[in-house]
């Protein structure tokens, strides 16, 4: 399978995104690591650890801790979108994370894999942006890196211009977008994840009526989010963080995608952390971003993932 590192900030949709890496035969998933984000930094650690017994695959895939803060600014959480991340589930093991700081597991493991790991970042970008400034070299080694970030049409969904990953911590972000990644694909949260990537009621009403474990975990712990996201006017939850994991294994999945210039707002009174993407492109692009999915796939992928 593809040697695969997924960088996370646990929460429910982070888990589910974890169950692709873990279960997917595609998939040689070789480290979890964790990022401060949505939940508490323990809670996150909890919440891999509970996804790992889920998917049968408890000690067999390493956690690894990273970054308890942003580099500059204060860490700033999603409790309020998230809950625990987990529908209150917890864990029957007590398996402990691996003694290696994150960002140093990913310069190993860019440096064991060269020019073929994939890393897929879907919470901010504060371990890579550490890895990257640890090891000149670790950028150029990654055969691609997957970022759920960033915002297409300047639409936030934290700020009304920015997107909770990069707004967490946007001097990581703009620090790995000039970090020279032979590969930068970003799969952002609007317009493409609202078209294709949310699950509504009937979407979820079918997840439930697999009857399975998987099928349960993935109701109960999506139950917040699908909250949240239904009072903002989405329409049900966004399941991004599934897509770029996906995306990863499945590159056909994207239907359109299109190089850009990408950086990220450093100052703004109303606008930091937002992306910029210059679809002019006169740098020659440092990313693409996919801007359309086959969404019945996904759906219907994530329903096999969880039938299991
Ligand atoms: C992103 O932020 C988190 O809340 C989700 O897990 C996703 O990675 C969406 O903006
Ligand atoms: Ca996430």
Excluded: K
């Amino acid at each position: 399978g593809l040697p695969l590192v997924i960088d996370t900030d646990t929460a429910a949709d982070d888990c589910f995104a974890l169950l692709v890496g873990l279960l997917d035969p595609r998939a040689d998933l070789r480290a979890i690591t964790m990022v401060a984000g949505n939940v508490g930094f323990d809670q996150q650690v909890e919440n891999a650890f509970l996804t790992l017994e889920l998917a049968g695959r408890a000690g067999q895939v390493p956690v690894h801790r990273g970054a308890r803060q942003p580099l500059v600014q204060p860490w700033i959480s999603a409790e309020e979108v998230h809950g625990d991340g987990a529908g209150g589930l917890r864990r029957t093991g007590d398996d402990r994370p691996d003694a290696e700081p994150a960002q140093d597991a990913l310069v190993r493991l860019a440096e064991q894999h060269a020019g073929e790991l994939t890393v897929v970042a879907i919470g901010p970008l504060t371990n890579l942006a550490l890895a990257v400034r640890r090891d000149p070299a670790f950028a150029s080694r990654v055969r691609e890196l997957v970022v759920m970030g960033g915002s297409l049409n300047g639409r936030g969904n934290v700020t009304p211009a920015a997107e909770y990953n990069i707004h967490v911590d946007p001097e990581a972000a703009q620090i790995v977008l000039d970090a020279g990644f032979p590969s930068i694909r970003f799969v952002t949260w609007d317009p493409l994840s609202l078209q294709h990537a949310v699950f509504d009621a009937g979407r979820i009403e079918r997840i439930r009526r697999l009857g399975t474990p998987l099928g349960d975990f993935f109701v109960r712990a999506n139950q917040a989010s699908f909250d949240f996201d239904v009072a903002m006017g989405v329409g049900g939850s966004v399941h991004c963080d599934t897509l770029a994991v996906l995306l990863a294994l499945d590159p056909a999945l994207a239907e359109v995608e299109r190089r850009y210039d990408v950086a990220v707002e450093l100052a703004g009174t109303h606008t930091r952390g937002a992306t910029v993407f210059d679809w002019h492109a006169p740098r020659g692009g440092n990313a693409t971003a996919i801007e359309r999915i086959d969404g019945e796939r996904l759906f219907e992928y994530v329903l096999r993932l969880l039938s299991r």
